[in-house]
C-alpha cells in the first residue's frame, strides 16, 4: 500500500491563502518573500546574529534541555548550535499529554528540513518553541481519545490563577486519575508508562509536556526552548521596548497589511485595531494585554486592564522585569527569530496566514523576514478503517462529507444488488426515453426543447429522493452500518476536522508503538506538500507503513 498525496484543494476549509502560498506564490509574493520549499531560497538566505547572543542562548537551552533529561543527541545538537548552525524551527502550545498528531507532525517536519539543509551544505539543527506563555487553558487541557467508536475527552484538574500562562500551571491531584482514564484506553503500552512517569500532581504544564517531547525525540536531537524562560526574557527586552516605542507605526503597517489582504481577496487571521499592541502583560499573574491609550495628549499612554501607564513606565518596567512582558501572536514570531538564528519556520496553515501580516513586523524590527514552510500534514489510517473503506469502495473524500451524509452513503451502497440494479436500470431508461422525446421535441417546436431538459432534471431528482429513501431504510434496518459509519467519522474525521488536530498524538504511539514516528519519518515525502494519507499496518514492529520508501501516489484535479 502506497502513501497517498491527497491535493489541499480537497481538504474541507483550505483558504485561498494557504492554496496560493504552496502552489502559486505570484500570487502571494508581496506577502511571503520565499517560496514553499526550502531548496528554493536555502542556500542564498543571510542570517545576521550576534556571537554574544549565540552564547547565551546555547547556554539557556542547555541549562532547560538538560532539566528534562536531555538526551545526547540533543546536547550535540546544542553544540553545533552554539557552533555556529542555524536553526530549523517549529513550535506548539503545550497542549495535555503532548497534543494531537500535528504537535508531532511539526518535530517531525523540523527534523526533516534540518537534515535537509544539512545535506545541502547548511548546516542546521531543529527547535521546537514550547508555547508556554499562552494563556487560554481551555485550548490546551483536553485529549480525545477513541472509545468503542466515539470519542472521550479527558481533562486535567490545574492549579494557578486563571489567565496566567499555562506552562507555568501545575497539576492538581486529580491528573493522577486522567491519566488513568488516559492508560486505561491506551492499555498496557510504554506510552501510558510515560504519562504516568511525566504526568503527576505538582508538575508544571509545560514541564510535562517537555518531558514527554524530550523522550519521544531524543534519538533525533530535537532542542526544546521554554518561552517563558526569564533568561530569555532578559535577552528578548530590546524588542519588547521597540515594540512599545514603536508601537503607533507598527500598527499603522499593520492595518495597511491588513487591506492589502483584504484587496487580494485573502483573509486576516488576526483582526487589528487603531489601539492594539503586540505586547501583553502580566498583572497579579494574568497575562493581558496592552493598548494605546486612544486620544491622548501630550506623552502617550497605554492600557493594562483597568490601569494606565505613561511609556515611560512601562519602559522601565521592561529594563527591570522584562519577564513581565509577553508577545502575542504576531510579535512572537519576532522574538523567536531575535533569540534564534532561524533559517525558516515550519507551521501549519494558521500559522501561514499569522505570516503574512507578521512579515511587516518583522521588517520593522529586524529588517528581514524568516521565511515560512508548510509542515507535514497527513491523516494515519489502521487497518480496521482501511478494512471498511475497502469493504464498501470509499475514499477519505467521501468520510470528509461528513458523518450524516457517510450514513447515507453506506447505506446505499449496501442496498439489495437487485433493488440497486433496478435503480441503476431505471436512470438508463429514463436517459434513453427522455433523449428520444427531446430529439422529437426539437423536430416539433425548439422552444419546448428546454422544457424537457428541465422536466428530466425533476425526474432525476425523484429517483434519487426514492433512492435515498430507500438508502435510509435500510440504515433504519441495520444497526452495523451506522457503527461503521460512526467508527469512520470518529477515526477520520472526528468532530469533522481532520485527524491530526483532534484525536491525541500518543493513542497512535501506545496503538503502533513509538516506533511510529519513523515509519512517518520514513512516509514523508519532499515533493508533496499536499495532505498525505498514510496506511498503518496492524504491527509496526513488523512492518509500520506499507513502501514508504516507494513514490507516494499524487492525485490531482486538472484544474490544478
Known sequence: MTPECLPFSQIPGTTGLFHDFLFDHSKVEIFYPR??????????????????????LAAILERQNRAWDAS??????????????????TGQQVGLFGGPPFALFKALTAI???????????????????ATEDHDLAEVNQAYFPDNGA???????????PGAPVGCLVFGEGIARAVEEAASLLGDSEISDLLRRYYRAGEAFGAAFARLFSRLFAKWGVILLDAADPELHRVAAPIYRQALQRSAQLDEALLARGKE????????QVKVTPSSTLLFSLQNGV??????????????????????????????????????????????PVVQDYLLPTLAYTGGAAEIAY?????????????????????FSATLVEPKSKALLDRYGLSLLDVFHGPEKLREELAARALPQALQTAFDQADESLDQSLAMIRERLERLDKTLADAAVNAGTKMHHQLDSLRSKAARAESRH??????HADLLSTMLYPNKGLQERTIAGVYFLAEHGVELLQGVYDAMRADCVDHQVIPLQASYAESMVSNSSSDSTRVRPDSR
Do not use: K
Request: aromatic residues 6%; glycine residues 6%; hydrophobic residues 40%.
Open 35 to 56: 517560496t514553499a520549499r526550502l531548496a528554493d531560497w536555502q542556500n542564498r538566505e543571510v542570517i545576521t546574529y550576534s556571537d554574544e547572543r549565540r552564547r547565551q
Open 72 to 89: 545526547p543527541q540533543t546536547l550535540q545538537n546544542i553544540s553545533r548550535l552554539a557552533a555556529g548552525a542555524s536553526a530549523l524551527v
Open 112 to 130: 526533516h528540513l534540518a537534515a535537509e539543509a544539512t545535506r545541502e551544505g547548511r548546516e542546521c539543527v531543529p527547535v521546537f518553541w514550547l
Open 151 to 161: 470519542l472521550r475527552s479527558l481533562t486535567a484538574p490545574t492549579e494557578g490563577t
Open 261 to 268: 489582504l483584504e484587496a487580494a481577496g485573502y483573509h486576516q
Open 287 to 332: 497575562r493581558m494585554p496592552i493598548h494605546r491609550r486612544p486620544n491622548s495628549r501630550g506623552a502617550e499612554e497605554f492600557i493594562v486592564g483597568e490601569e494606565t501607564f505613561r511609556a515611560e513606565e512601562l519602559l522601565a518596567r521592561i529594563e527591570s522585569a522584562p519577564q513581565a512582558f509577553s508577545p502575542n501572536v504576531l510579535l512572537r
Open 355 to 375: 505570516f503574512a501580516q507578521a512579515a511587516v513586523v518583522y521588517r520593522e524590527l529586524l529588517g528581514r523576514v524568516t521565511p515560512i514552510l508548510p509542515r
Open 478 to 483: 441495520t444497526e452495523i452500518l451506522g457503527r
